[in-house]
Each structure stands twice: as C-alpha cells, then as structure tokens.
C-alpha cells in the first residue's frame, strides 16, 4: 500500500512564494514520474508540472519561470516551488507518483494520489 501526503499549502498574498512538498511512503519498490496537479473550484483539474526519475521536468505554460519541480529520491518527495504567486494559482494542488510496488514476486504498477492540499492567494 502507497500513500501519498501533501503538505505546505496555506494562504499567500499576490507575488509571495509558497514551497509545497509530497512524501510517497508504503510497499514502494520504485518510483519512477511524479507530478503536481492542481485544481480550482469549478474547474478540471490540470496539470501543473512532472518530473521523471532523471529530473527531466515538464510544466505547464501557465507556471513556466515561476514555478520549480524538483525531487529527492532518497525521501520520496517531490517539491513544488511557487513563486510570484497570482490569484488565479489559487486551487487545490494534488499529488501524484507512479509507482512500482513489489509483493513476493508480484509487481504492481499504479498511479497514486494524494489528498490535495490547498493554496489560496489572496490580498
């Protein structure tokens, strides 16, 4: 079993900076991409930027040069550094591993989740 927990959201005003980590723990055998989604009330959930195993990252167009993704494979977290926060960055911000788990010689690979955690920007 793998969870995955989120943590560092909280309330920024417009231009501040918030640092957003996410540790996988559980049967993990590897870990392989990771990535923040994020999602406002109303809306889909999009995605905001991936990181392989290499450090290989991707971002969306609406966070590239503000925001940094970023890992620490010996912890199992993927950070999520936001800077020059707006309010439209506001939204919950989940989550996600792809993960190899190992059972015996059973090998499962799945998508995880975390919870979200929520980011508001606001004056």
């Known amino acids: 079993q793998v969870q995955l927990v989120e943590s560092g959201g909280g309330l920024v005003q417009p231009g501040g900076s918030l640092r957003l980590s996410c540790a996988a723990s559980?049967?993990?055998?590897?870990?392989?991409?990771m990535g923040w989604y994020r999602q406002a009330p109303g809306k889909q959930r999009d995605l905001v930027a991936t990181?392989?195993?290499?450090?290989?990252?991707n971002y969306a167009d609406f966070v590239q040069g503000r925001f940094t993704i970023s890992r620490d494979n010996a912890k199992n977290t993927v950070y999520l550094q936001m800077n020059s926060l707006k309010p439209e960055d506001t939204a919950v911000y989940y989550c996600?591993?792809?993960?190899?788990?190992?059972?015996?010689?059973?090998?499962?690979?799945?998508?995880?989740w975390g919870k979200g955690t929520l980011v508001t920007v606001s004056s």
């Open positions: 996600n591993a792809d993960v190899v788990t190992r059972n015996n010689t059973v090998y499962r690979h799945m998508l995880y």
């Open positions: 990181i392989t195993h290499a450090a290989i990252t």
């Open positions: 559980g049967s993990i055998f590897s870990l392989n991409a």
